[in-house]
């Protein structure tokens, strides 16, 4: 059983950045691949980023690509979301998620755990 909690959402205008961080219970969390989704109100949750078990492979949504950078911390159970040049359609509230493959794929129905979100606000 692993638990996930995200942190570091908010509040920032188009153009600024933030840091999610989620942290992982237990004691294999290197035996996972994480991802991020997210979802906006009114639509479905939605593919952001995933990292694999050693953090040496990583894939993107095109919508982030270039923007967002995923990365982790096995020592400390730790994954991170930096997003930079945030735009209002990145509002959403995100979702960390755990999968026990060595990689991870863009589907929600591969992973095995998820967190309970934390929200991200982009005004304009």
């Known amino acids: 059983q692993v638990q996930l909690v995200e942190s570091g959402g908010g509040l920032v205008q188009a153009g600024g950045s933030l840091r999610l961080s989620c942290v992982a219970s237990?004691?294999?969390?290197?035996?996972?691949?994480m991802g991020w989704f997210r979802q906006a109100p009114g639509k479905e949750r939605e593919f952001v980023s995933t990292?694999?078990?050693?953090?040496?492979?990583?894939y993107y949504a095109e919508s982030v690509k270039g923007r967002f950078t995923i990365s982790r911390d096995n020592a400390k159970n730790m994954v991170y979301l930096q997003m930079n040049s945030l735009k209002p359609e990145d509002t959403a509230i995100y979702y960390c998620a755990a999968d026990r493959a060595i990689y991870a794929g863009s589907l929600s129905h591969e992973y095995d755990y998820w967190g309970r979100g934390t929200q991200v606000t982009v005004s304009s």
């Open positions: 237990g004691r294999t969390f290197s035996s996972y691949a």
């Open positions: 990292i694999s078990r050693s953090g040496g492979s990583t």
